[in-house]
Nanobody
Framework: QVQLVESGGGFVQPGGSLRLSCGAS????????MGWYRQAPGQQREVVAY???????IYQESVKGRFIISRDSAKNTVSLQMNNLKPEDTAVYYC??????????????WGQGTQVTVSS
Protein backbone atom coordinates (compact mmCIF):
# COMPACT_ATOMS: atom_id res chain seq x y z
CA GLN A 1 0.00 0.00 0.00
CA VAL A 2 2.97 2.27 0.52
CA GLN A 3 4.81 3.38 -2.56
CA LEU A 4 7.98 5.39 -3.13
CA VAL A 5 8.24 7.23 -6.42
CA GLU A 6 11.52 8.76 -7.52
CA SER A 7 12.32 11.44 -10.05
CA GLY A 8 15.47 13.09 -11.27
CA GLY A 9 18.73 11.45 -12.21
CA GLY A 10 20.28 11.38 -15.65
CA PHE A 11 23.57 12.13 -17.31
CA VAL A 12 25.92 14.92 -16.26
CA GLN A 13 29.54 15.87 -16.77
CA PRO A 14 31.99 15.89 -13.87
CA GLY A 15 31.48 18.94 -11.72
CA GLY A 16 27.84 19.18 -12.65
CA SER A 17 24.74 18.96 -10.49
CA LEU A 18 21.62 16.85 -10.33
CA ARG A 19 18.65 16.73 -8.02
CA LEU A 20 16.79 13.59 -6.98
CA SER A 21 13.35 13.64 -5.42
CA CYS A 22 11.26 10.93 -3.82
CA GLY A 23 7.70 10.95 -2.58
CA ALA A 24 6.06 8.43 -0.31
CA SER A 25 2.36 7.75 -0.60
CA UNK A 26 -0.12 5.37 0.95
CA UNK A 27 -1.25 4.50 4.44
CA UNK A 28 1.49 6.34 6.31
CA UNK A 29 1.27 7.48 9.90
CA UNK A 30 4.85 8.66 10.24
CA UNK A 31 8.08 8.68 8.29
CA UNK A 32 10.79 7.46 10.67
CA UNK A 33 13.63 7.99 8.23
CA MET A 34 13.97 8.65 4.54
CA GLY A 35 16.95 8.85 2.28
CA TRP A 36 19.05 7.51 -0.53
CA TYR A 37 21.22 4.50 -1.23
CA ARG A 38 23.17 3.77 -4.38
CA GLN A 39 24.54 0.74 -6.14
CA ALA A 40 27.25 0.80 -8.77
CA PRO A 41 27.82 -2.16 -11.12
CA GLY A 42 29.49 -5.01 -9.28
CA GLN A 43 29.23 -3.18 -5.97
CA GLN A 44 27.04 -3.58 -2.93
CA ARG A 45 24.28 -1.11 -2.22
CA GLU A 46 25.55 1.63 0.08
CA VAL A 47 23.99 4.47 1.99
CA VAL A 48 24.40 7.94 0.53
CA ALA A 49 22.41 10.11 2.90
CA TYR A 50 19.29 9.97 5.01
CA UNK A 51 17.31 12.13 7.35
CA UNK A 52 15.70 10.92 10.54
CA UNK A 53 12.32 11.80 12.04
CA UNK A 54 13.91 14.36 14.36
CA UNK A 55 15.64 16.06 11.46
CA UNK A 56 19.21 14.94 11.94
CA UNK A 57 21.04 13.92 8.80
CA ILE A 58 23.60 11.24 8.01
CA TYR A 59 25.93 11.39 5.01
CA GLN A 60 28.39 8.98 3.54
CA GLU A 61 31.85 10.44 4.00
CA SER A 62 32.55 10.66 0.27
CA VAL A 63 29.56 12.95 -0.39
CA LYS A 64 29.90 15.32 2.56
CA GLY A 65 30.13 18.91 1.41
CA ARG A 66 28.79 18.01 -2.04
CA PHE A 67 25.35 16.48 -1.44
CA ILE A 68 22.51 17.99 0.54
CA ILE A 69 19.48 16.05 1.72
CA SER A 70 16.27 17.83 2.60
CA ARG A 71 12.68 16.89 3.28
CA ASP A 72 9.15 18.19 3.26
CA SER A 73 7.50 16.38 6.15
CA ALA A 74 4.03 17.61 5.23
CA LYS A 75 4.32 16.03 1.78
CA ASN A 76 6.39 12.97 2.77
CA THR A 77 9.05 13.86 0.26
CA VAL A 78 12.83 13.88 0.37
CA SER A 79 15.27 15.44 -2.06
CA LEU A 80 18.96 15.02 -2.68
CA GLN A 81 20.83 17.91 -4.23
CA MET A 82 24.03 16.54 -5.71
CA ASN A 83 26.74 19.07 -6.56
CA ASN A 84 30.26 18.73 -7.89
CA LEU A 85 29.46 15.26 -9.14
CA LYS A 86 32.31 12.87 -9.82
CA PRO A 87 32.53 9.80 -12.06
CA GLU A 88 32.62 7.63 -8.94
CA ASP A 89 29.12 8.87 -8.08
CA THR A 90 27.79 6.94 -11.07
CA ALA A 91 25.27 4.40 -9.81
CA VAL A 92 21.62 3.54 -9.56
CA TYR A 93 20.19 5.61 -6.73
CA TYR A 94 17.40 4.16 -4.62
CA CYS A 95 15.03 6.02 -2.37
CA UNK A 96 14.51 4.33 0.99
CA UNK A 97 12.06 4.89 3.79
CA UNK A 98 11.42 3.39 7.17
CA UNK A 99 7.95 4.29 8.30
CA UNK A 100 5.01 3.48 10.52
CA UNK A 101 1.73 2.74 8.81
CA UNK A 102 -1.74 3.78 9.91
CA UNK A 103 -2.04 0.25 11.34
CA UNK A 104 0.98 1.00 13.56
CA UNK A 105 3.17 -1.42 11.63
CA UNK A 106 6.85 -0.62 11.05
CA UNK A 107 7.80 -1.10 7.41
CA UNK A 108 10.75 -0.47 5.09
CA UNK A 109 10.27 0.44 1.47
CA TRP A 110 12.43 1.05 -1.59
CA GLY A 111 11.92 3.04 -4.75
CA GLN A 112 12.46 1.57 -8.17
CA GLY A 113 15.85 3.21 -8.63
CA THR A 114 17.06 5.98 -10.90
CA GLN A 115 20.28 6.02 -12.88
CA VAL A 116 22.89 8.72 -12.31
CA THR A 117 25.78 8.78 -14.76
CA VAL A 118 28.71 11.16 -14.40
CA SER A 119 31.03 11.13 -17.37
CA SER A 120 32.88 13.43 -19.71
Amino acid sequence: QVQLVESGGGFVQPGGSLRLSCGASGSILRIDSMGWYRQAPGQQREVVAYIRYGGDTIYQESVKGRFIISRDSAKNTVSLQMNNLKPEDTAVYYCYSALTTMDFVYEEHWGQGTQVTVSS
